[in-house]
């Protein structure tokens, strides 16, 4: 049986953490950390965030985004909630109301 050998407690001198397929390891500390806040504590996440991004995987940093044109259409209906605000629905009111303005005005000289 092998005696395993005692590490002292507390920090080590070494912070690089063992990264897989033969990447170089880094110091995890100085790592840019996520930006996303919780709205219950007002506290940042504190995750490291992904390369390129201001968020950690969890909050979206996987997130690339639609890629085509169709892609983007489908985005934009996926928000679509009920379509009171679109372009037909407020043309749609103001030709109504142009209409029950103008009844009313009729209404009024007879």
Known sequence: MKKIKDEPRG???NH???LKNGNPPCDLRALPRCQAKAKSTGKRCGNPAMKGK???YIHGGRSTGPKTKEGLE?????NWK???Y???ATTRRKYVNELI???RELFEKM
């Open 11 to 13: 920090r080590r001198e």
């Open 16 to 18: 690089f953490g063992r």
């Open 54 to 56: 201001r968020v950690c």
């Open 74 to 78: 489908r985005s934009k209906r996926a």
């Open 82 to 84: 009920h379509g009171n």
């Open 86 to 88: 679109s372009e037909q």
């Open 101 to 103: 303005r103008q009844s």
